[in-house]
Each structure stands twice: as structure tokens, then as C-alpha cells.
């Protein structure tokens, strides 16, 4: 899984001025899939931090960035 860049350390995620919560299109964009994906895995209970308010459904952006960097494959440079 390539991790975006901006993702690669808490450095760089630090910097980004993430809101607490992400949207289902952010949080699409952030792991470089689709909203219909992203739905996909929230029903099979694969994404950490889903947070549901009525209907909408968010995501902690801390508890998604930690998930997306433990999945990541360790770098030839490593």
C-alpha cells in the first residue's frame, strides 16, 4: 500500500492542520480510495474512529492516520 506523503510522518501530519474529524470524500481522499469504498469498509467494520451522529458518518483523524501508517509496508531505506 503506498501511503501518501503527507501521511509518512507525524512531522508532516502535524504540520497539515487536519480538523478532528474527517468526512467520508476526506477521508476517501486520505486513503486514496472511493466514498463507495470507504462505506464498504465501515459496514465490515475495518476503519478505526468511526464516529456516527444521526446519520453522517465521520472519522477521528487521529485513530485513521495511526491505522493507515501501522498498515504501510516498511520502506527499502528501513
Given amino acids: 500500500m503506498n501511503v501518501p506523503s503527507i501521511v509518512r510522518s507525524h512531522a508532516a501530519t502535524e504540520k497539515h492542520d487536519w480538523?478532528?474529524?474527517l468526512t467520508v470524500p476526506e477521508a476517501a481522499h486520505l486513503l486514496r480510495t472511493t466514498t463507495r469504498g470507504v462505506y464498504a469498509m465501515v459496514e465490515r467494520?475495518?476503519?478505526?474512529g468511526v464516529v456516527r451522529i444521526r446519520r453522517r458518518v465521520l472519522f477521528r483523524t487521529e485513530a485513521l492516520l495511526d491505522w493507515v501508517l501501522q498498515k504501510s509496508a516498511p520502506s527499502l531505506e528501513e
Fill in 45 to 48: 467494520r475495518q476503519l478505526p
Fill in 19 to 21: 480538523p478532528v474529524l
